[in-house]
């Protein structure tokens, strides 16, 4: 991957970024991308790996067939894994301060608008007579089918989509951490948004135009959810707040699927990794709750063998752990 894939077309800056008296807005002005922005980060880190629909970007269920990788998105773990520079004072005062809970929040929020303005596009949301499965949860329908009039059920119905039983849900396992977010950082906008999620769930079991006009609402409602999080502050006990949303008891009875679980658990190590990146949690106190997450992530460890109760009842274990160091 080279460098102008994120920060775009280099020939009006690359021979002078690095010189003086080259700054960062110098740069920005010549055609640089601003990463540091979060909204604009989450755009760029989406078009690969989420998928948009620009040329051979946008990942079909024949290409998950032929064996790509699930498609999920959380914008800060995935620019700590890019990470290529350091957050010191230098970049800082270049470029202003980075801030954890800010870049995955509004990563939940771009996921959301993208996927469902995806979905109003006809001709990416259908393949001939059938939906493009990309867009829904892929554990929903690849799970163990057995004939035994014992076995047990593998799946909870969800209170978060009043769809019909046995219908396949949309994959929304960024709905349901935006649903948390929304919670705790944007209250004022938090009935109208789950209200928007809700409909176009049951606007599934309409009919195509009905979903792709939820769709659009939907994706509106993050939009919006979008612009208030990368525009408020954040201070230093929100982390905590975000984490126990997602381990409370609005949130956890919607963690009754594979995905919408490892993207819980991804979160709330993410953000404890932020609270100590902070100090606002010692590293020695991080360690020591460590195994109580790794619980966690040993419950979506295998799709095959994911128990709802099982990975709720351990994550909740873990947000306890963190809220007693607050």
Not at 2 to 9: F, L, R, T
Not at 131 to 159: G, L
Not at 197 to 224: C, D, I, N, W, Y
């Amino acid at each position: 991957m080279g460098c102008e894939s994120c920060h775009g077309p280099a020939s009006g800056w690359l021979s002078s970024h690095y010189a003086m008296p080259a700054t960062h807005a110098s740069n920005v002005a010549a055609g640089m991308i601003p990463l540091e922005k979060p909204q604009v980060r989450a755009s760029v880190c989406l078009d690969c790996h989420f998928g948009s629909d620009k040329p051979g970007q946008f990942v079909t269920h024949s290409m998950m067939a032929a064996g790509h990788p699930r498609v999920s998105f959380e914008l800060d773990l995935f620019s700590s894994l890019q990470a290529h520079y350091n957050l010191d004072a230098d970049y800082v005062k270049r470029k202003g301060r980075l801030d954890s809970l800010q870049l995955w929040a509004v990563g939940q929020a771009e996921a959301v608008k993208r996927s469902t303005r995806l979905f109003t596009n006809a001709s990416l949301a259908t393949e001939g007579m059938f939906p493009q499965f990309y867009f829904y949860d892929c554990h929903s329908c690849h799970r163990q089918i057995t004939d035994n009039p014992a076995a047990k059920r593998t799946f909870e119905t969800n209170p978060g989509r009043p769809i019909p039983f046995g219908n396949p849900p949309y994959n929304d396992e960024n709905m349901i951490m935006l649903s948390a977010v929304a919670s705790t950082l944007a209250p004022g906008q938090a009935a109208r948004y789950d209200a928007a999620a809700k409909a176009f769930h049951a606007a599934m079991a309409q009919g195509r135009p009905q979903a792709a006009e939820a769709a659009r609402a939907l994706s509106f409602a993050a939009g919006t959810l979008s612009d208030a999080l990368a525009a408020r502050h954040y201070s230093n006990d929100t982390a905590f707040q975000v984490i126990a949303a997602i381990a409370g008891k609005a949130i956890t009875p919607r963690l009754t699927d594979y995905t919408g679980s490892a993207q819980a658990v991804m979160a709330v190590d993410t953000l404890l990794n932020a609270l100590v990146r902070e100090g606002r949690v010692t590293v020695g106190a991080a360690a020591g709750i460590r195994a109580q997450i790794n619980r966690a992530y040993v419950a979506v460890s295998a799709p095959e063998k994911f128990d709802p109760g099982s990975f709720r009842a351990a994550l909740g274990s873990a947000a306890r752990s963190i809220e007693a160091l607050r």
